[in-house]
């Protein structure tokens, strides 16, 4: 396995770009919302910060990449909701997939943006949000997200 959790080298190289480059990544952060490709209201938000409180009662965690995942995890979500006490949090990469999102998620269901795959990143996303389960919808790797969660 290339991304072992028990320190293969190829994680720890991984781990560790992460770290040096993440003093630079506000500022392409900024450039590509300059750019449209972020939302610069929610920018905190790839950085593992939310606004919203979790909710109360168990969470399940569906993450889409974009616009197609999350437009097939809304029937997903529906069945999810089917019981009261239950919410979702569906995070997603680009502003189209969040203001389709915006529009279409039901109540007791919250949209934030996947964190940047750093060690900070995913953990203060993951402190925050505590999912008690989690389902990826997607093909791209993110080994800091995927093992530390």
């Not at 209201?41 to 990449?65: C, D, M, N, Q, Y």
């Amino acid at each position: 396995m290339l991304f072992r959790s028990d320190g293969g080298i190829a994680y720890m190289i991984y781990r560790t770009l992460g770290l040096v480059l993440s003093p630079l990544l506000p500022l392409w952060l900024r450039r590509r919302a300059a750019n449209g490709k972020e939302d610069r209201a929610r920018l905190h938000e790839r950085f593992g910060f939310t606004e919203a409180p979790r909710p109360g009662g168990p969470l399940v965690w569906i993450h889409g990449a974009s616009v197609g995942e999350v437009i097939a995890a809304l029937p997903l979500v529906d069945q999810i909701l089917m019981k009261k006490e239950r919410h979702v949090l569906v995070t997603s990469g680009t502003v189209t997939s969040a203001s389709i999102l915006a529009e279409r998620l039901p109540p007791r269901a919250t949209h934030q943006y996947v964190p940047l795959d750093t060690p900070g990143a995913t953990k203060r996303f993951l402190d925050h949000w505590h999912p008690d389960l989690a389902l990826f919808l997607e093909s791209e790797l993110w080994p800091n997200l995927i093992l530390t969660a």
